[in-house]
Structures are given as C-alpha cells and as structure tokens.
C-alpha cells in the first residue's frame, strides 16, 4: 500500500519544536501543510517579548510574505469567533436531537441555494467556515448511529480533489480557534468516513502537533482486532502510517500500543518495516543512528515478529497467529496486505545472507541473523501455521540450513537450530533434491561433529541432538522427537508423525542404523563436569533413551564403564537426567525388556571394587583443603580411613538364595577394560578420577539402593526364571556414610534437586533406622566458648581420651576440657576417636560424674551418630555391656549379633539404668536396632520367597497352597517382631521400679527422670503400633507401676479407645481381672470420658460378680486390693457413688460374715477401730494384720472398707471438682 506523506518529517520535526530557522530553509511546497499555524503563530501577540522571540516572528513573516494564500488564511482568522461558537453549539444541540438522519435542518448554513461545492467557493470566509463545520458536525452525528457496514460519506466538499488546500485550511483554523467543540480525536474519527480523510488528518495534526498522542491513540484504541478485513479498517490503518510516517519518532510507541491492546496487527507489521527502512536509510547516512535506534541493520522485524509469536502472553500470540492465518487466506487479486510486505521483507533477508555465502560457507558476522531468521520461520509454520512458497521461500530457506558455519558457539547453535527446522518443516524436503541435500549435509554433520565440539568450546554439541533424534526414529518415538524439538527451539511444535516419513528416512537408513548408533553413543566421551547449569542436548541424553529403549543390550554393547565414569564427573548442582540414567540403567540389569525373556541380554552391575574405589575418597575435601591441628600432640584425623583396607568377611546378612546359584538364563555383558578416554591419568585412587566426591557418592549411594529395591522386589521373578543376578554385600553397606550422605543432600536440597526425594524414599524402606523424626529435628549445640581458654591444653589422641574417661568421677574438668575441644570439631576429625569414646562409656557411670559432663558426652556422641551411625552404635552397645567374670570370656558384639537380637542393648550394665543421658542414648539405639531387625526380617523373607509350588507336609495327604505358607510366614514375622518390642517396653518398666533408697531426695529426682524417659519411648512404641499396648498390658507389670506409666504414657487411651479393657476383664485369671480393674482407675483419673465411665461400671460389676463366686481367701484377696481403686473411681465419676457404696455394703457384709465365723476372734478386734493410727496404716502399705498387734484379717478388712468408705464419701461429694 504505497502511501506518500503530504507533510514531511523534518517540517513536522521543526513545527513541533517551533524551529524557524529549519522552516525558513524549506520550500513553499513543504511548508504549505501548516501555514494556517504560521498565520496564527504571525497574527496572535506574544506571551514571550524577549528579543530572540521577536526576531523569530520577523522570520516568520518574511517566509509567509511571498505567499498569496496567506491573505485567505487572515481573513479567515478576522470573523467573529465567538458568535459562531454560539452557533456551533445550537448545531450540536441540533444534532443530538436529531442524530444524523435529518440533514436539510441546520443552525449553520441556511438558504442553501446552490450545490455545496459551489456554495464554498462563492462565500466569503465566515460562510466557509459555517459551511465545512455544518457538513463535519453532520458526519460527526452520523457516524454515532448503528451502521452493519462501515460507513462513508459522501460529500461534494469533501470529495472534490480541488478544494482539499481550502477545505484543510478551514478545518485547522476551526480546529485552533475552537477547541472546547471540537476534540481533535473525535475530528480526526469522523474525517476518516469522508474521502481523503488520512490526508486531512495528517494535515490537522501537523498544524497542532502537541494532539499527535491523542489523536494516534483514539484511531488505534477504535481500531479492530484485525485491521485488514474491512474497508474502514484499511483507512484507519493508512491514516496512522501517514501519522507515524510524519512522525517517526513516536512510530515504535504507536506499535507498542497495537501490541498492547491487540489491534491493528497490519499496522504494527507495516510500523515496523518502514522504521526498519528509516534506520537502514539513517545508518547509512549517519553511523550508527539506525542501529542504536531500530535494532540494526534492516530493523527489529525479525526480533519483533519472534517476540510476538513466543510472547508470554497468551493474548497477544492468539491475536498475532490470526492475523497470519487470515492474512493467507487473502486473495490474489485483493490489495497487498501487510502479511505480504513482511514475507517480501524475509525473504529480501534471505537472499541477503546467501549473497554472503561463498562455497555453501555462513560468514562468522552472519551466523546470529540466520540462526534468528530461521527461528523466525519456524515459529511462523508452527504457531501461526504459515504455508511456505516453494518458488520464494523454500528454497531460500533449504540452502540456508545446509550451509556451513564456522566452529564456534553461534554455528553449534545455528546448526541445531537448522535441525529442528527440518523436524518442525517437513516441506522443505518435499522434493527429491532438496531431501538429497538435506542427507549430505546431516552427513557433513556427523563428519565434522568432533571438530564443532572441540574448536567451539562448549559443552553441548549438535552431535547429542543428531544422536537423541536417531536413537526416538530407531524407536519409533515421534512425540519424543516433536518434544525435543520443541525444547531447542523454545516453542511448541505442531507437525504431524506422518509428514517425518521423510526425514526419519534419512536417519535410519542413509546416515545412522540402529546398530552405528549404539556404538557411537557409548564412545562419546562422558561430559566433563556435568551440571544442570549446562544447557543443550548432552551425551547423557542419548545414553539415558538408548537405555530406555534397551539398545545397548539388544545389539550386545557394553555400558556400565560409561555410567560409572559419568557418575564420577558428574558435579553440582546434579543434572535432572542422572537420577533417571541410574533408574533405567539398574532396570536393564535385572529386568527383563519383555515377559519372559529368558534369552535377554543383561547390562553388567558396578563392581564392588569400583564403588568402594570411589567411597575410598575422602567426602570432606570439598569442606576445606586442609586440617588444622588443635596442638602439637594432636594427629591429623582423615576422614578416608575407615574405607581403606577394607577386608572381606561373612555376614549374616548375606545368605545365598537359590537364585544366586545355578545356570543362568540370562547372559551378562562382560565389561571391557577402560578405554583411555574414559579415564584420566591423573586419578587420586585406584584409577578413578572423581570431579565431585560428594556429587559420585550420593549417585553411587541412589544406584546401590535402588538395585537392592528393584532385586527384593523382583526375587520370585527371578527365582522363576532361574536367573543369578549380583548381590551387593551388606559389609559394603556398612562401610558407606549413608547419615552423613544424607543430611548433606537435605541441606543441599537445590543442588540435588531430582534426587533427594527418590534417595529419602529408598531409605526409608531399606534403612528406616536412618532416617528417624528426631535425626532430623535435633541440631547440635555449640561448643562452651569459656571452656576453650582455659588450661592446660589436652592432647588429642586416644590414650588421652580414654585416661580422661577413666578418671570423670576424679577429674571430670579433664574430661570436660576434651569433650569441648571435641565438639568445636568437625565430626570427620573427630570420628578417629569414636572407638576409645564409647570403649570407655561405663566409666561415666561411676559415682560422682557431673551431670554437666556426662551432656556433653551425649552431645558429641549425637555428632559422632551424624557420620557413620551404624558402627557407632554397635561399639556403643559392646561398651555397655556389663563385666564378665574372666573365666567367662565373651566374643565381642558385632552389628549382625544386635540385629538378630536388639535386646542385647538392654542387656548393659545396670548402672545405666539411673544415668539419664546415658540411659537416653540406650533408648535411642533400642529404638534404631527394633527397627533395623524389622526390615531385616521383611528383607529376609523377600530375599527367600516360596516356589510356586504345592506343599506336602510330612505323614499328610493335604496340600498348602503358597500363598497359604507366605501368609503364615508373614504372621510369624510379625509375631516375632512384636515379642521383641514387648521384652524391650517389659525390662524398661522393670528399671522404672523404685528402690529403698529412692522414696525422696536426689534419688526421687533421679527415679522421675528415668521413668519420664522410659515413658517417652513407650509412648512412642504404643502409638507407632497399638497391638503393642495390649500386649503388654495382657501380659502385666508391678501395680506400682501403672499409675506413672498413665500419667507418663500419653498414648494410654488407647486402651479406652480400642475397649481391650473389657476383654481383660474376661481373663481367667484373677490377678489380671485385678490389674485391669487397677489400670481402669488409674485411666478414670485420668481420662475422665464417657467411655471410660462405661469401663469403670464394667469394673464394678465384675468386683460383685467376682464376689459371689469366689471362693474365701480369693474374696477376701480382691477386697484387699481393689479398695483404692473404687476410691479413684469415685473420685472420677461421682455418678457412680451409688454402685460403688452399694458394692462396699457388699464388702461389709461379707467382712463381716468372715469375722463371725472366725474360730478365736481377738478380744480387742474391735477396740482398736477407733485408733487412729490404725487408720494411718490403712492409708499406707503396711497391712495391720500382719503387724505384731496379731489383728485378725477379717477384722483388719472390715476396718479397711469402714475407712474406704470415709475416703470415697470425701472424694467424690466433699470436694470442690464435680463434674
């Protein structure tokens, strides 16, 4: 749409800023637009009397001197403005009244006796003025009325090239002289309904530039949402290119307001190739003014376009995408549109950057341009669903995507970029020519592939991209294609599976077969220094789906050498792809690629040499560089020892299954050695180069977990199939840091984004003694800064620790000057001392140690567990133990002996059971070893299934299914497990037993602190497993105990909760009824609910059934010991005061009956009733009867249940708490 501005932009530039001077310079032709402003500007007296001022009108005069339109503009100033305002408003009025229909009526003109036309020619200046105001403010009405259609208004005035000078002249003076009535936006939107409206526009606002804005912003605000579908919308969109044309400077501003409000997309293209043709004119007029101002040479089209179609506004894409799309829908022989000029325009670009290429080789200078140009397309065909032209476009398009760039960052791009171009446009290889050309250059590109890699200097090379696209068309995965694609080049790609026929074509046959891509993609070289941070298609990629898709094994390649050696270089923060390499590459191991597959072929493990080879490094290099000693005694601790010479032993954990022997039905790949490429020579152990001691180790800790998982999960698959698969040994295990490993990876949670889950998830099946709440929770305390000071310095070294020890209760400030030092150290350097810490732990046990000394051994052996806990608890639990005489000489305790039997940690010395912190640290390894020996039950039978096979017990006919024995087996397990737990809560309540000399002072104190901590663990077993806590109770403990343990248990109401009370109560055995009726007391003081009410009267009424069919001393037996009980009871629930004296004249009449019939009943078993210190003894424990007084037992019962009965009328009705 060649459109020619009618005011130049230097004139508008110079009327803008008011510069005579560059106005006087110009021609009468340029200045002719704005003389009614120079007219006004000449005639309107000045605000301003400064001289340069004045000297500036004088230049305004001399230019309009020599013009003779200048006398017609004067006499239009010179009518009377004020009485035609008045006028104009009675016309408004008129209008609004009338609307645009009536067009004969108006205030304006009158007596209209000629054609209007000629009636303007003819009238002197104010007629005109009334004559071109009266035919505006009609359209003006006209166009407020509904129209389906746009609408035009024709106009002799208007329509009359002749008159267009006189009719601007007379709308700019109207416009200045009267702009309360005339807005110049709602002008400038009725002139577009009248011929020659863009012009007049543009001549109205070079007379009053400071409207520009306003005047551009309510045509683009009234536009349309695509601006070439209508008439109307293809002369507002003229109208603002003339604008912006005029005025240049405001011509991005005008298309980010298109943008903005998502109009008049044909206007925004067109703003942006004349801008593109300004900078390129002013670049090569005056530098670099166009480059800084329009983008570069040739303009921002390609960035605004791409910005456009990628935008992160949804809106803006949509209504961009629709403009093509309609825009392709355009006929031939309809004006040109804006979707034209901008293909025209790329095209010229395309044939630019070829004029550049000499010998199908892309300059350097050029590389970004094109690699942006072709990005463009791609995300014109795939968004916008542009059809490329074949004679303009395509093969433009194809000669430049097989060029050849140079080695270096922008060509790896650019040749990625011209890949996925050939993926998300199919049709440019439609021919046979171009898919000719297409295959030599993808071949060119596996050719010279190594050199990119090697002179660009990056990481990522195309070679990862060609390899992943051959690996998804081997495996028939076109969606993974069209995602990968999708992802270089940043945008969705929508091309269909059946248009990749061609190009899957030349991948699988011409360049890459199935078999050329397995051994190709496992002599890649591993990246070095692999991180997330690492953009592109990497060699991980490639081996990640060739795994997937189980390639290696099917063509018989080798791949476990590469794993291992990637795992090693690998660094943080972790790449997302190594956690899924590890989960594919251990799935290929053991699994199978299909049912039965019993002739599949088996990717090989990692060896056990070559994890250990790389756990032999020390995992605290990356903390410091260096050790610092503490004095001049101390040795230098390293954190590797424990991995070095490790020896081989039998474990009780590893027993052989009978899939671990035998043939195999499968075949392993054997590894072969390490090619040189893998390996560097500059290895720190056994050959092993590791980037990341820390990264390796927790990927080595993920793929050793995860394979034990899958293998126990898969054992009766295997045992099926007759296969032997490795097992990792659990001493292997026992080596690794695994606590350690992990709260370094929860600290690091964003560095090891993609593997602290699964890694978590794996422990807590496997290792769930690792991974316990409190671990979690508990921070270490800093070290006594005041103790750091003070003299004389202790050497660090395990003959000092252990002498240290040994003398706590004689020097304890010896001891606590070491504890100190200990805690101001890392745990790695403090780990040596672990063995002599815990050999010498029975020293603090002696008389005499300060408390203060014996926390702050708890707290550095809480450091120690932070690191390797496994074998700190066993040396602690072996340093326990209790002495044994010498011809009783013991093998030491070992991990596997506490697993089998975690009740040897409550097997210690009996001093520990009165040594709080100590006794919390035998809780605390209790509670990990319950757990250790649970899993290691569960792994036991999932490492020994059952063959699916009938079994036939002996001397029987019957057979037992093996789901039968498997649940049978399950039950055992559980039975075992649950004995376990119950002997441990059972010989915690024994150490909560009081001694003689407990009943006050400091052994009171000491008592209650060890019964609060025995009762934290219990509460803890009970609600972990609920069947525990009726166990335990059907099995029974001292009564003196069940009143701490309600008050210290808080999981206690379960046994109200779960109502195993009742079923107590139904026993055949005295002595539980009588505990249950206790326990029911106890829980009713402290429980006060309804259903602990229920249970209360249950207990009552088994006391009085128990009554009348008991025989005497069982009768007498139960009344003894459940008075205090129907005390409590009734203190709970004074509801019950009925039931309960109902059931004490029960216990009278049969106290006293008993006493009648006694053979030689005392002749003061009466007088001493009203004793009162018999009385006191009632209250306390010692019964009166067998005091040396030789007090009958019924008569001493009798007196029981007289003072019970005071006691129960003053608990329950004589006190302040009635509920």
Excluded at 394 to 422: D, E, K, N, Y
């Amino acid at each position: 749409m060649p459109v020619t501005s009618p005011v130049s932009p230097r004139v508008f530039k110079a009327i803008e800023k008011s510069d005579i001077h560059t106005l006087a310079c110009c021609r009468e032709e340029e200045i002719r637009a704005i003389l009614p402003c120079l007219v006004r500007m000449s005639l309107i007296a000045p605000l301003d009397h400064s001289e340069e001022c004045i000297a500036g009108r004088k230049v305004i005069l001399r230019i309009l001197s020599g013009i003779e339109v200048v006398n017609s503009l004067v006499a239009l100033l010179s009518i009377d403005f004020p009485a035609l305002e008045i006028d104009v408003k009675k016309e408004q009025q008129l209008r609004q009244k009338l609307g645009g229909g009536n067009q004969n009526e108006s205030v304006l003109v009158q007596n209209l006796a000629n054609g209007l036309a000629l009636e303007f020619e003819c009238s002197d200046p104010t007629r005109r003025l009334r004559l071109l105001l009266s035919e505006l403010l009609l359209v003006m009405a006209q166009i407020r009325d509904p129209h389906q259609d746009f609408y035009h208004k024709s106009s002799e005035l208007f329509d009359n090239p002749c008159y267009l000078e006189e009719v601007s002249d007379v709308l700019c003076i109207a416009l200045a002289e009267l702009p309360a009535l005339l807005p110049p936006a709602e002008v400038a939107e009725a002139l577009l309904h009248v011929t020659n409206g863009p012009t007049l526009i543009t001549r109205m606002v070079a007379n009053q530039p400071d409207c520009f804005r306003e005047v551009v912003t309510g045509l683009v605000m009234s536009g349309d949402k695509q601006d070439e579908d209508t008439p109307g919308g293809l002369l507002r969109l003229q109208a603002v290119r003339t604008l912006c044309q005029m005025n240049p400077s405001q011509a991005l501003n005008v298309r980010a307001l298109c943008v903005e409000q998502c109009r008049m997309p044909g206007l925004a293209v067109y703003l942006t190739l004349d801008a593109g043709k300004a900078g390129s004119g002013v670049a090569g007029s005056s530098g670099t003014v166009g480059s800084s101002v329009y983008g570069g040479e040739g303009g921002d089209a390609v960035s605004f376009i791409t910005g456009l179609l990628l935008s992160h506004n949804h809106q803006q894409r949509t209504w961009f995408a629709h403009f093509v799309k309609s825009g392709q829908r355009r006929k031939y022989e309809q004006q040109a549109s804006a979707l034209a000029a901008l293909r025209t325009d790329l095209s010229e670009r395309l044939r630019n950057l070829l004029l550049f290429n000499s010998n199908d080789t892309l300059p350097d200078s050029q590389v970004i341009h094109a690699t942006a140009l072709l990005r463009l397309y791609c995300a014109l065909k795939s968004l916008a669903n542009l059809k490329f032209s074949e004679d303009k476009e395509i093969g433009l398009l194809l000669q430049l995507v097989t060029c050849h760039p140079p080695p270096s960052a922008a060509g790896v791009r650019f040749v990625s970029t011209g890949l996925c171009m050939l993926i998300a446009c199919p049709s440019l290889i439609s021919s046979q020519e171009n898919e000719r050309k297409a295959s030599e250059w993808i071949k060119w590109l596996v050719k010279e592939e190594a050199y990119f890699a090697g002179a660009s200097g990056v990481s990522s090379s195309f070679g990862a991209m060609l390899l992943l696209m051959a690996i998804h068309f081997h495996v028939q995965q076109l969606s993974a294609i069209i995602e990968l694609v999708s992802a270089a080049l940043g945008m969705k790609v929508l091309t269909r599976a059946n248009n990749l026929s061609r190009i899957k074509y030349i991948f699988t046959h011409d360049v890459f077969t199935e078999q050329v891509v397995t051994a190709h993609a496992v002599k890649v070289p591993v990246t070095s220094g692999l991180n997330a941070n690492i953009p592109g298609f990497l060699p991980v990629h490639c081996v990640y789906h060739q795994l997937k898709s189980r390639m290696f094994t099917k063509h018989k390649v080798p791949i476990k050498d590469w794993i291992y050696n990637q795992i090693c270089a690998s660094v943080t923060p972790l790449h997302p792809v190594m956690p899924q390499l590890i989960d594919v590459y251990v799935n290929s191991i053991i699994l199978p690629a299909s049912k039965g597959g019993l002739s599949d072929t088996f990717n090989e493990p990692i060896s056990e040499e070559e994890i250990m080879s790389v756990f032999s490094q020390s995992i605290f290099t990356e903390k410091a560089s260096s050790v610092v000693n503490h004095s001049s005694k101390t040795p230098t601790l390293h954190s590797s020892a424990p991995f070095r010479n490790l020896g081989r032993r039998k474990s009780l954990f590893r027993e052989k299954s009978p899939f671990m022997s035998g043939a195999s039905a499968g075949h392993i790949m054997p590894s072969p050695s390490v090619r040189p490429q893998h390996r560097t020579s500059n290895t720190s152990c056994n050959g092993v180069n590791v980037t990341s001691v820390m990264t390796s180790q927790l990927l080595l800790l993920y793929y050793l977990l995860l394979y034990e998982d899958v293998r126990l999960n898969n054992t009766l698959q295997l045992l099926a199939n007759n296969r032997r698969i490795h097992s990792y040994s659990p001493h292997l295990f026992a080596q690794l840091p695994i606590r350690y490993l992990l709260s370094h990876a929860q600290k690091e949670q964003r560095l090891y984004a993609g593997l602290f889950s699964p890694l978590v998830k794996l422990l807590v099946s496997h290792y769930p003694q690792l991974c316990l709440v409190e671990d979690w929770l508990y921070q270490s305390p800093s070290a006594n800064s005041s103790l750091g000071i003070l003299p004389p310095p202790v050497p660090l070294d395990p003959q000092s620790v252990t002498k240290a020890m040994e003398d706590a209760a004689d020097k304890p400030g010896r001891l606590l000057i070491v504890l100190d030092r200990l805690m101001r150290m890392p745990p790695h350097q403090v780990w040596p001392l672990a063995a002599p810490i815990t050999a010498s732990i029975k020293c603090l046990l002696q008389p005499g140690v300060p408390r203060k000394v014996l926390d702050t051994y708890r707290q550095v052996w809480m450091r120690l567990n932070s690191l390797f806990p496994r074998r700190l608890w066993a040396m602690s639990v072996e340093g326990l133990q209790p002495e044994q005489p010498q011809s009783k000489l013991r093998k030491a305790l070992t991990e596997d002996d506490i697993i089998l039997d975690p009740l040897y940690v409550l097997r210690c010395d009996p001093r520990v059971n009165r040594c709080a912190p100590l006794l919390q640290l035998v809780i605390y390894m209790l509670q990990v070893y319950l757990l250790s020996s649970r899993t290691f039950l569960s792994q036991q039978m999932q490492n020994t299934p059952l063959v699916n096979t009938p079994h036939t017990p002996v001397g029987g006919n019957t057979t037992t299914p093996p789901q039968a024995l498997e649940e049978e087996r399950e039950k055992l397990r559980g039975a075992l497990v649950l004995t376990q737990e119950s002997a441990a809560v059972q010989i915690l309540l024994e150490a909560c037993l009081m001694n003689s000399d407990e009943k006050d002072g400091a052994g009171a104190l000491t008592l209650q602190e060890i019964r609060s901590v025995a009762c934290s663990f219990i509460h803890q077993a009970f609600l972990k497993d609920t069947t525990l806590a009726k166990l335990v109770h059907f099995q029974g403990y001292p009564g003196e105990l069940i009143g701490p343990v309600v008050r210290g248990v808080p999981s206690m109401h379960i046994a109200i909760g779960l109502n195993w009370i009742p079923e107590l109560l139904q026993l055949p055995d005295l002595d539980k009824q009588m505990f249950a009726v206790e326990l029911t007391s106890h829980l009713a003081l402290q429980n006060a609910m309804p259903s602990t009410l229920s249970i209360s009267r249950l207990a009552i009424n088994t006391l009085a059934t128990l009554l009348s069919v008991l025989g005497e001393e069982e009768r007498l037996s139960i009344m003894e010991s459940s008075l205090p009980s129907l005390v409590r009871i009734g203190r709970a629930f004074p509801s019950l005061i009925d039931d309960l004296l109902h059931l004490l004249v029960m216990y009278g009449r049969v106290g006293a009956a008993h006493s009648a019939l006694s053979t030689a009943p005392s002749p003061h078993s009466i007088a001493f009733l009203d004793k009162p210190d018999y009385e006191e003894d009632v209250a306390g424990e010692i019964i009166p009867w067998q005091r040396p007084r030789k007090v009958p037992r019924e008569d001493s019962l009798y007196a029981r249940i007289i003072s019970t009965f005071k006691k129960l009328v003053i608990a329950s009705t004589m006190t302040h708490n009635l509920y």
